[in-house]
T-cell receptor
Framework: DSGVTQTPKHLITATGQRVTLRCSPR?????VYWYQQSLDQGLQFLIQ???????AKGNILERFSAQQFPDLHSELNLSSLELGDSALYFC???????????????FGPGTRLTVL | QQQVKQSPQSLIVQKGGISIINCAYE??????FPWYQQFPGKGPALLIA?????SEKKEGRFTISFNKSAKQFSLHIMDSQPGDSATYFC??????????FGKGTLLTVNP
């Protein structure tokens, strides 16, 4: 158990809908990362937050947004869902620093999103 | 594009054998190279990681070999066990904190 929690575990919804995925980082970790895992694209970095502020952005669609709250949990919002958005969405956390060396990332169990 | 190329896609090894997975990267700004292990239905778990100032790192049966000039690194699993059967991902990370992952290698260790 990595200490990172994600809810829900499974989510089934229809095209055009909007969903919210939630992540609680490990105790003491300030950075949260979101990744999308699909069979064809593999693990793709979406976005990173550090202590409430957006730090880095990857291949995140404009229909997707995220935020990190004062209690450090994070939410990933996916809207106008398409069939191709079906994937596993992982949250990871790390201690994070304002600059300097890299920190190990610990992954949560993921949320499996199915868009019908 | 900042890619990490991983091979092979799949690997079958007999129990007790050596499993070798290779990765090559393009981005010379990477300064952190972790390997993750993922079991079905689970999130990736950090297995071992190396920084480019060393050429090898060993933790138990797992060893990373790193060749900075060739921009290549590999994972060696000695005395492979059926419990090692999983998908392995290599990755590169830099000062922007994000990880760029390889496509993964499905390892099957036959008893």
């Amino acid at each position: 158990d990595s200490g990172v929690t994600q809810t829900p575990k499974h989510l089934i919804t229809a095209t055009g809908q909007r969903v919210t995925l939630r992540c609680s980082p490990r105790s003491g970790d300030l950075s949260v990362y979101w990744y999308q895992q699909s069979l064809d694209q593999g693990l793709q970095f979406l976005i990173q937050y550090y202590n409430g502020e957006e730090r880095a952005k990857g291949n995140i669609l404009e229909r997707f947004s995220a935020q990190q709250f004062p209690d450090l949990h994070s939410e990933l919002n996916l809207s106008s869902l398409e069939l191709g958005d079906s994937a596993l969405y992982f949250c990871a956390s790390s201690v994070g620093t304002s600059g300097g060396s890299y920190n190990e990332q610990f992954f949560g169990p993921g949320t499996r999103l199915t868009v019908l | 594009q900042q890619q990490v190329k991983q091979s092979p896609q799949s690997l079958i090894v007999q129990k007790g054998g050596i499993s070798i997975i290779n990765c090559a990267y393009e981005n010379t700004a990477f300064d952190y190279f972790p390997w993750y292990q993922q079991f079905p239905g689970k999130g990736p778990a950090l297995l071992i990681a190396i920084r480019p100032d060393v050429s090898e790192k060993k933790e138990g049966r797992f060893t990373i070999s790193f060749n900075k000039s060739a921009k290549q690194f590999s994972l060696h699993i000695m005395d492979s066990q059926p419990g090692d059967s999983a998908t392995y991902f290599c990755a590169g990370g830099g000062s922007n904190y994000k990880l760029t992952f390889g496509k993964g290698t499905l390892l099957t260790v036959n008893p």
